[in-house]
């Protein structure tokens, strides 16, 4: 069995400030994290491997310093990590990330690939039924539970609804999408994070994936980011009223309620 | 790449379950009316599904020009590879200009699936779209947790397709008198199926929890609640309220709501009138995913928790004092007994 899981660095989305005069973010200082949902789809690979065995590759595209976030895949347990890494690659959107990741996919060999549902700084949910699609495969979306049966080649899983969950069955190959719901990812020991960094992280270039320059990065992007710019939220700054008159307060509540036509 | 001038139409998927219309559906509709006139172009909406006789009914007073019904036993339930196919032989056939999808579970998987079969742009969990005085159009969506917006355009491809969030417009009746033209297709499902299947729906959300993309009023509940028990003083408060339950990762993690209720950064992001936070810290997690809310409300004991920071309006104090108070202000008078 051959799992692939991609993976993303992201910045500390908690972390991150927005400067109170220029009204832009405040990168500096904003430590990069592996993305957060994909530590759940590297658990449960690393999972789905003690039970029924085989290899994980994580593979990523992003720049050199990537290699860290790979470095913690590794950490964890993956067995190869791959980092797509290429002036063509940048300022790719989501169709050029989907499509660059499709067709390293394609290479390095495939059964199951696992994907974060989301990555927490574009924030889109996309590029994982993307790389589906465009390797002409079934994929289940915000997996809460997956059972792999190895007869059949099939995945179990059950995918989050708005009010609950679905129960789908799909064949090998399949893409899946990892909610926070799947399970409880594994910290690696400093023993096993010293033993990563002495890994090998294997660079792919456009040319090792075949990729032209117009299909991938910025030229091969559908969308364009025209402008952007900081949000400003109109919360905060309200009435703060204490326990020492509690009836007062709260038919004040109630006052804010009617107000609002909520009751 | 070549864009296709003569691509016209805006295009609405709409979303139906269990023969219910998602509302959703109709605040894409009322969106997708004001792309339509200011483009002069047509307004179509779609619905995939099995029996959808009585859909048209539904949307005809939110301005479609034109209702397009796929039904059929392909169709039956939502599987995003059939769906695309399907929507994938419409677009080819007729050739829209945009097409808007909700940001929802379902919504984001057909949408995306399609994008990348057409090999098209897709904006994802927009909270607005507008035609810019030059005639294109104009995403925006939210990035890093709220904290950045981005406007898109997508100059070398059509249809241009975005996903919308739930709750960013009031569903608008458009006092349109044409009446739209309905017409039924049956899906052709042309590519070799694939190997996958629907096995069960299974509902996990209490009824009085509410959909927390769709209630006016979310009450977030946090681990102040302190047990399971005490979840329900929180039910009957939502009741009074009309209002959906959704809470912190604290309290889904202690098994006291499930997963699908989870709010924040890895766990729903949602748009009430009103977030009501019940002993709440209000870490960023949480908090970026109720920034779009127009009111939050924090009840909490501890003066100096975060969550005051962005409230509308506080009381400091312990919840189980106020909640019995506040269910009794909103309880109907008991009726008089002679
Ligand atoms: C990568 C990552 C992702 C995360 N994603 C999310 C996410 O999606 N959603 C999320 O919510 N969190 C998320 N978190 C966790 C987040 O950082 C906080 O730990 C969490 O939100 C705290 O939940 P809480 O407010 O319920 O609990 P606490 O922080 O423990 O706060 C409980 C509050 O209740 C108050 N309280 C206690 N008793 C009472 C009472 N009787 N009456 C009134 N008030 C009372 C206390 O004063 C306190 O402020 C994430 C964390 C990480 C690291």
New interface residues.
């Given amino acids: 069995m051959r799992i692939v899981v991609c993976v993303k660095q992201v ?1 500390d ?2 972390e ?1 400030r ?1 400067d109170e005069v220029t009204h832009t ?1 405040v990168r500096a200082g904003v430590p990069s994290i592996l993305n ?2 994909d530590e759940f789809a590297v658990e449960e690979a690393l999972r789905i491997r003690e039970k029924h065995g085989g290899t994980i590759t994580a593979v990523s595209m992003g720049p050199l310093q990537a290699k860290e976030a790979l470095f913690k895949c590794l950490a964890m347990g993956v067995d190869r990590a791959v980092l797509l890494t290429d002036v063509f690659f940048a300022g790719a ?3 050029a990330t ?1 499509k660059t990741l499709a067709m390293a996919i394609q290479k390095l060999g495939y059964d199951l690939i696992i994907c974060g549902m989301k990555a ?7 590029v ?7 390797l002409g ?6 997996v ?1 539970r997956v059972e792999v049966e190895m007869e059949s080649k099939s995945i ?1 899983a ?14 090998m190959p ?1 893409l899946l999408t990892a ?3 799947l399970n409880v990812p594994r910290i690696p020991t400093l023993l096993h994070q010293m033993a990563a960094k002495k890994k090998n992280v294997e660079i792919m270039k456009a040319v090792d994936i075949g990729a032209q320059r117009e299909e991938v990065g910025l030229p091969g ?11 400003q ?11 020492e008159n ?2 007062n ?6 006052e ?2 009617k107000k ?1 036509r ?2 | 790449m070549m864009v296709d001038e003569n691509s016209t139409g805006i295009w609405v998927i709409g979303e139906e379950k269990e023969g219910k219309l998602a509302p959703v559906t109709l605040e894409l509709l009322t969106i997708g009316r004001q792309l339509a006139d200011s483009l002069r172009q047509e307004l179509v909406v779609v619905i995939i599904g099995h029996q959808l006789e009585h859909m048209s009914r539904l949307l005809v007073d939110y301005g479609p020009d034109k209702i397009l019904l796929v039904a059929g036993e392909e169709t039956r339930y939502f599987i995003p590879e059939t769906y695309s196919e399907v929507l994938s032989a419409l677009v080819e056939q007729r050739k829209p200009f945009a097409i808007l999808f909700p940001a929802t579970y379902d919504g984001r998987d057909v949408a995306a699936r399609l994008a990348a079969k057409l090999g098209v742009g897709l904006a994802a969990d927009c909270t607005d779209l507008k035609i810019d005085e030059a005639g294109r159009f104009v995403q925006v969506r939210p990035a890093f947790g709220g904290n950045l917006m981005a406007v898109i355009h997508q100059p070398t491809a059509r249809p241009q397709l975005a996903t919308l969030r739930p709750r960013m417009v009031k569903p608008n009746k458009s006092g349109r008198k044409v009446s739209p033209s309905v017409e039924y297709i049956k899906p052709r499902i042309s590519a070799k199926p694939f190997t996958k299947s629907l096995l069960r729906t299974v509902r996990e959300v209490a009824e009085e929890s509410g959909n927390l993309d769709e209630a006016e009023v979310v009450i977030g509940v946090g681990r102040g609640i302190g047990s399971s028990e005490n979840m329900r003083i929180v039910n009957h408060l939502a009741t009074l309220l009309k209002a959906a339950i959704g809470g912190s990762r604290g309290v889904v993690d202690a098994g006291w709501l499930p997963h699908t209720q989870q709010i924040g950064l890895t766990g729903r992001v949602i748009s009430p009138k009103m977030y009501m936070a019940l002993g709440i810290s209000g870490a960023v997690q949480h908090l970026v995913g109720v920034r779009t809310a127009k009111e939050i409300i924090a009840i909490n004991k501890d003066p100096e928790a975060p969550i005051f920071k962005v409230a509308t309006f506080g009381i400091v104090a312990d919840m189980f004092s106020v909640i019995p108070l506040l269910a009794k202000e909103l309880e109907p008078p008991a009726p008089q007994t002679t």
Avoid at chain 1, 120 to 126: A, I
Avoid at chain 1, 128 to 134: N, R, T
Wanted: charged share 20%; glycine share 6%.
């Fill in positions: 910045p989305v908690a991150i927005i973010l957060p949902f959107d989501t169709w989907a927490v700084d574009g924030e889109t949910s996309q994982g039924p993307e790389i589906a699609e465009l495969m079934p994929h289940i979306s915000y809460k179990t059950e995918r989050m609804t708005e009010q609950g969950y679905q129960l789908i069955r799909a064949t399949c909610t926070k719901a992007s559908r969308t364009q980011v025209t402008k952007v710019y900081t949000p939220y109109r919360t905060g700054g309200g009435t703060i009223l204490t326990s509690l009836p307060a709260v038919a004040t509540l109630k804010l309620l609002e909520i009751v």
